[in-house]
């Protein structure tokens, strides 16, 4: 069964540092997503992409964040400055197309630790 | 906003046992997807269900979208079957795409 690849698993970075977190979706998904999940806490939306472009952010999506497909197989997040709250387990998703038959895959995550 | 909420919060259960599992959601769906989070983390996607009944081995969810829940039933529950499980609600976007939201997780734990 096809997967959504994420690396690394676990990034522990300084404060202030910036980070990049890398996902490998389904090779035929259109649709590509990126979730938090703080510690204990539900999963959390921060932003879609489609079409070479971010159709819908969070607040929590700040200028902090940005998230590029530089090569058609890849999709990142970037963390410009990261604050000890950007902790966080970071999950990428895909999918298909919408629609009431198209579900999200999502990646293994990465745990990320700012210290 | 969305409201997703989750029952019960916590359940127990003895390996064998069966569970019904809650979600109720406070607005329409274009699609409703459970999950088992494992303990390390891992978000397994279970169903996306918007309607009607699917089943896949001890697993079944049924989603009423007219009453707006969903139920997932575990049957025979093992060990393994220990962990976090959330529904979310799938909303269409705009802009292109869907967005999850999540409920609040029902935390199985499953003793032999």
């Known amino acids: 069964e096809p997967e959504v690849t994420q690396t690394p698993s676990h990034q522990v970075t300084q404060m202030g540092q910036e980070v990049i977190l890398r996902c490998v979706p389904i090779?035929?998904?259109?649709?590509f997503y990126w979730y938090r999940q703080i510690l204990g806490q539900k999963v959390e939306f921060l932003v879609s992409?489609?079409?070479?472009?971010?159709?819908?952010k969070s607040e929590i999506f700040d200028d902090q964040f940005s998230v590029e497909r530089p090569d058609g197989s890849n999709f990142t997040l970037k963390i410009r400055s990261t604050k000890l709250e950007d902790s966080a387990m970071y999950f990428c998703?895909?999918?298909?197309?919408?629609?009431?038959?198209?579900?999200?895959?999502f990646g293994s995550g990465t745990r990320l630790t700012v210290v | 906003g969305i409201q997703v909420e989750q029952s019960p919060p916590d359940l127990i259960l003895q390996e064998g046992a069966n569970s019904t599992l809650r979600c109720n959601f406070s607005?329409?769906?274009?699609?409703l997807q459970w999950f088992h989070q494992n303990p390390w983390g891992q978000l397994i996607n279970l169903f996306y269900?918007?309607?009607g009944t699917k089943q896949n081995g001890r697993l079944s969810a049924t989603t009423v979208a007219t009453e707006r829940y969903s139920l997932l039933y575990i049957s025979s529950s093992q060990t393994t079957d220990s962990g976090v499980y959330f529904c979310?609600?799938?909303?269409?976007?705009?802009?292109?795409?869907?967005?999850?939201?999540f409920g609040t997780g029902t935390q199985l734990k499953v003793e032999l």
């Open positions: 998703a895909s999918s298909e197309r919408t629609g009431r038959n198209y579900g999200y895959t």
């Open positions: 090779s035929n998904h259109l649709y």
């Open positions: 992409f489609y079409n070479n472009e971010i159709s819908e």
């Open positions: 607005d329409s769906v274009n699609n």
């Open positions: 269900i918007p309607s």
């Open positions: 979310a609600r799938m909303g269409r976007l705009t802009g292109g795409g869907n967005k999850l939201t």
